[in-house]
């Protein structure tokens, strides 16, 4: 129930033989041919880790994982380091050389070596800096803690990151027109279309058939599956295998192991649909291999073993090759800089020409627990909770505030047919269930959607529409309200939203939007309009709830199904004020044109404070708020700061690693309101932090750097 699935296979249900064994992929299929500079380097919002309440048992021993600064992105070779002399590897920089010499470094190895051994995208390699991170291999017997405070407190190095072991996320080894296919075992796929064949509630499932009317998969879409090996000449697999198939980056080998978690997942994501054998995928096509396409990263072994070294190679690799929906069912215990790294690399380059970016969809896991795990809770992800059928979560299934979505799972130990049925090695079918099982079905949708909006979404647009279809199952689940997302997903309703991407008369949703506590009793609401300057519909709730806007609203009037009406018009931002301390507030906006609205909500939300953030306890009179417009920005923008007392005022930009890199104010200030506009041209895409400081007072906000 806690991670890996047990080698004892007696209770899975399958029909066919069991085996495993190696294949050689073919992969000289030539990479998605896109710009080799990345279209922008964007990192989310990271959260520190903190190893002081980790079991030595969970961390790696022998290893340690850093980043150099930006400063010597010109000094380091952009190859692998390695052997060196005298018991340690020099890098040329005499602090980190010397500290290596003397904690007995006897290795570096450079973290991404397998993705940039391909030189095509060495430009955007360089530009994200994945050549400055490096493993350090050190004595087994190494108080590792201890050797990253060492390095930690350096100024040559960024990042410090001990490696945590990984985790599986499996729990054991509709009047709408519908498309039926002729899959001998669909009828068993009651995750797609519950009749109450298994003792269930009819329709406590995606409404696949429904959405099957709509679109059933493109080839052009490429979900790349972090996991095990597929069995990629599976007969219900094979006609929709990348024609690469894959890549094993556990072994570093072209060699792709046929592994059961791996195909497993697979299957529910693309099995050749109506090929009148097995079982459906969810974007499987319609009978004749043109379903999306299945590429196996296998970062895991046949055996269930992890190099954990080695995960991130693989996002950075499928991204390069065009990969738009990557398929996590695993887990790590604790947050992994290096990791967020290469999520961030894939969220940016990845897509192809299928999609603007790529996107995470990641299981919740499977310990009954509401403590969180990574990489499902890193915020650019989608974090997927398991539900049975009868919408009912899964007795394993993880939950919390930070879960994204449901979708099917299982419930039943040992397997049986009230679990998920998908493919297995030597060509069989079995049934398995965890969030493993649950989170396939997100991917599936997600390239159901990708497909049928080819080329115009990117990845806000696809995490958006998925979780604003989602049927609500909160009454069937109570004590879990809002702790397993926004509801069970529903591929039908996110293909009906997907509509308004392609339907010139329906208003595109907002580019950006974020609500951030201000002064005292306050939250900052700001966004950016769309492409052709809509007017704005901005609504509040204390909880989760909003309903579609039907009709015209004036400020103050209720939606019906949930939400007041804030603000109406053309502005990009708004002020809520009055707000008691403590009240989390919940925010959702929508683009109108002649009383039309966008079918995507852009939401948003934030705790009120007494005072501004990290201020402590401060009174009205001494507030500061600051604003930057537009956020994000290409070129310039506008940073508007006010106080309400005379003060000294210092405004400054940091880039990623805290680095101060322009000076906008600092002295005496009389009181009032004040504007700069910054010129970011010459800067890198990224993120940048805003700070605003006075006395033991601090404001800070990001800023979002994209391509001119």
């Not at 066919?16 to 050689?24: I, L, N, Q, R, Y």
């Not at 190859?79 to 500290?99: E, N, R, W």
């Amino acid at each position: 129930m806690h991670g890996l699935i047990r080698k004892n296979w007696t209770l899975l249900i399958i029909t066919g033989f069991f085996f495993s064994c190696a294949v050689k992929g073919q992969n000289n299929v030539p990479a998605q041919q896109v710009s080799p500079i990345g279209r922008t380097v964007v990192r989310g919002e990271r959260p520190v880790p903190d190893y002081s309440g980790v079991a030595d048992s969970v961390i790696l021993p022998g290893i340690i994982r850093i980043r150099m600064v930006d400063d010597y992105s010109d000094i380091l070779p952009f190859m692998d380091v390695s052997g060196g002399f005298d018991g340690y590897t020099p890098f040329g920089i005499p602090a980190i050389d010397d500290l290596n010499k003397a904690v007995g470094v006897k290795r570096a190895k450079q973290t991404f070596s397998i993705a940039l051994r391909d030189k095509t995208y060495e430009a955007r390699h360089r530009q994200w800096g994945l050549h400055l991170w490096y493993d350090l291999t050190v004595g087994a017997d190494q108080d590792l803690r201890r050797l990253a405070g060492l390095y930690s407190d350096l100024s040559e190095v960024a990042d410090v990151e001990l490696l945590v072991k990984a985790r599986f996320a499996s729990a054991g080894s509709g009047i709408i027109n519908e498309w039926l296919p002729d899959d001998s075992l669909f009828s068993l796929q009651w995750h797609y279309h519950n009749t109450g064949q298994t003792g269930g509630t009819p329709d406590c499932d995606i409404d696949l058939p429904e959405a099957w009317d709509l679109e059933k998969g493109d080839t052009g879409v490429i979900v790349a599956i972090m996991d095990q090996g597929v069995e990629f000449d599976h007969p219900d697999l094979v006609a929709n295998m990348w024609p690469g198939i894959g890549y094993n980056f556990y072994a570093d080998t072209t060699v792709v192991e046929k592994c059961l978690h791996g195909t497993h997942v697979a299957g529910t994501i693309a099995a050749n649909t109506n090929n009148g054998i097995g079982v459906s995928g969810i974007a499987g096509g319609g009978g004749s291999g043109d379903g999306v396409r299945i590429m196996s990263c296998q970062i895991i072994s046949s055996e269930n073993q992890v190099i954990e070294a080695n995960i991130p190679n693989a996002f950075i690799w499928a991204a390069d090759r065009g990969a738009a929906i990557s398929q996590n069912s695993w887990n790590f215990p604790l947050a992994s800089p290096s990791l967020f790294e290469a999520i961030d690399y894939f969220i940016a380059n990845g897509g192809g020409s299928a999609m603007n970016g790529g996107i995470l969809i990641c299981s919740a896991g499977n310990a009954d627990t509401n403590e969180i795990s990574y990489p499902a809770c890193y915020a650019p992800c989608i974090a997927v909770a398991a539900t049975s059928h009868q919408d009912i979560r899964s007795f394993f299934s993880n939950y919390g505030p930070w879960v994204s979505i449901s979708a099917p799972g299982g419930n039943y130990y040992p397997f049986n047919e009230e679990d998920i049925l998908s493919t297995v090695p030597g060509g069989g079918y079995g049934y398995l269930m965890g969030t493993s099982m649950a989170c396939p079905h997100v991917s599936g949708v997600a390239a159901l959607v990708v497909s049928f909006a080819k080329g115009l979404l990117n990845p806000v647009d696809l995490k958006d529409i998925l979780l604003n279809s989602t049927d609500d199952i909160s009454s069937l689940n109570p004590g879990y309200e809002g702790m397993i997302g926004t509801g069970r997903l529903n591929a039908y309703k996110a293909l009906i939203l997907t509509r308004g991407y392609k339907n010139p008369a329906i208003p595109k949703p907002v580019v950006a939007f974020s609500a951030a506590a201000g002064g005292a009793g306050t939250v900052n609401l700001q966004w950016e309009p769309n492409e052709t300057h809509d007017s704005v519909l901005l609504a509040f709730n204390t909880v989760n709830k909003f309903g579609p806007p039907v009709g015209n609203y004036n400020p103050g009037d209720s939606i019906i199904h949930g939400g007041k009406v804030l603000f109406k018009g053309k502005l990009s931002e708004f002020i809520q004020s009055g707000l008691d301390s403590g009240t989390i507030c919940f925010y959702s906006i929508w683009s109108v044109r002649n009383a039309t609205y966008s079918l995507i909500a852009r939401k948003a939300n934030d705790t009120v404070h007494s005072s501004p953030h990290g201020m402590g306890d401060l009174s009205a009179a001494a507030k500061i708020v600051i604003h930057a417009m537009p956020n994000p920005v290409s070129a310039v923008t506008t940073i508007k700061y006010s106080t309400l007392v005379s003060q000294d005022i210092r405004l400054s930009v940091s880039d990623f690693t805290g680095r101060e890199i322009m000076l906008l104010q600092d002295g005496y200030l009389a009181a009032g309101s004040y504007e700069k506009s910054v010129d970011m041209t010459h800067l890198p895409c990224g993120i940048y932090t805003l700070k605003l400081r006075t006395g033991n007072q601090l404001l800070v906000k990001k800023l979002l750097k994209l391509q001119d």
